[in-house]
């Protein structure tokens, strides 16, 4: 059944949506290992307790597991500042059945967690009923180009409907998903982020335009992240914080910026960049929350 939702869902407080990220933290849970893109810059560990970047966990839980683990960090004395329950991997949650169960459960017994999801975006137009029915406060979307030609760069391959896509029909399958995806979640009162890898030489002169379109999308907020580089990407030098900063600010003119972004693991749990579990920090999507 479609969702009625109207209005804007009440995400106050959230860490990477401008509430106190000193006082207010999320937890993360490692539901989603599968993935239906292949990012030119990922790299997905499901063992690693040491490497603290997005796309790594210790390992991937079961949702009735992940309820466990929100069970026991609400009983402790991270209780107090867990304001978000977020799901971003370590593959693209949307492609994971395991998510939706997850917020189900999650969202039965703490209603009071602001549910928050990261995607790449492929699947994000048919999945955005059932997420709103969930109640699922914001949404992160990665969107890396609007160039068809360039994410065909960026995304090695697009898996959707059982074909494979790659090049530039790659890109713009993708592109075209995701505006729509960032589209019918503002209609349906969802708080957007997109979240946007600066991947020097590549799509440096995208981010700026993507900043213009998502604005005019309705999106809430930009956080753009400098490249982790790794795989086909790890060749390139990434962007220094100068050069980081440099872009955030062209960009401030156009659509707020996110600026405190750690680029956690798919496992993280307390305040961002101060994390209990796995390593350091903690949100997933290989480069995507
Ligand atoms: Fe997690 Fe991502 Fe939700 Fe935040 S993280 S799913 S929006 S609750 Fe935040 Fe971590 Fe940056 Fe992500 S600091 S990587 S932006
Ligand atoms: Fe998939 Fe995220 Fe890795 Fe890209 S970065 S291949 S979307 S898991």
């Known amino acids: ?108 017994e703490f209603p009071q967690l602001i549910k928050c999801l990261s995607t790449n975006g492929l699947l994000l137009p048919e999945s955005l009923d059932s997420l709103a029915e969930l109640g699922l406060g914001s949404l992160t979307v990665t969107i890396n180009a609007i160039d068809p030609v360039i994410a065909g760069r960026i995304y090695k391959h697009v898996l959707y409907q059982g074909k494979r896509y790659s090049g530039r029909e790659g890109g713009e399958l993708i592109i075209s998903r995701q505006f729509a995806g960032v589209e019918r979640a503002v209609e349906l009162g969802l708080t957007v982020k997109v979240n946007s890898v600066l991947i020097p030489g590549v799509n440096e002169q995208q981010i700026g335009l993507i900043a213009e379109r998502i604005k005019k999308s309705g999106a809430f907020v930009m956080n753009v992240m400098p490249l982790i580089p790794q795989a086909d990407f790890a060749h390139i030098v990434p962007p220094s914080p100068e050069e980081l900063e440099l872009v955030c600010t062209a960009n401030e003119k156009i659509i707020g910026q996110f600026r405190h972004c750690r680029q956690c693991r798919a496992d993280a749990i307390g305040l961002i960049g101060q994390d209990s579990q796995g390593a350091d920090s903690g949100c997933s999507i290989s480069q995507l929350a």
Do not use: W
């Open 1 to 108: 059944m479609a969702s009625t939702c109207s209005g804007r869902n009440n995400i106050q407080g959230h860490p990477c949506f401008g509430g106190n990220r000193h006082k207010n933290g999320r937890i993360h849970l490692a539901v989603a290992p599968r993935c239906n893109i292949q990012c030119g810059y990922c790299t997905r560990r499901h063992d690693c307790v040491n490497e603290s970047r997005p796309g790594v966990t210790s390992r991937i839980q079961t949702p009735q597991e992940a309820l466990e683990t929100v069970r026991a960090v609400m009983k402790n004395d991270l209780s107090d500042i867990i304001k978000v329950v977020g799901i971003a991997g370590p593959g693209d949650p949307l492609a994971n059945e395991e998510t939706f169960e997850t917020f189900r459960l999650v969202g039965e």
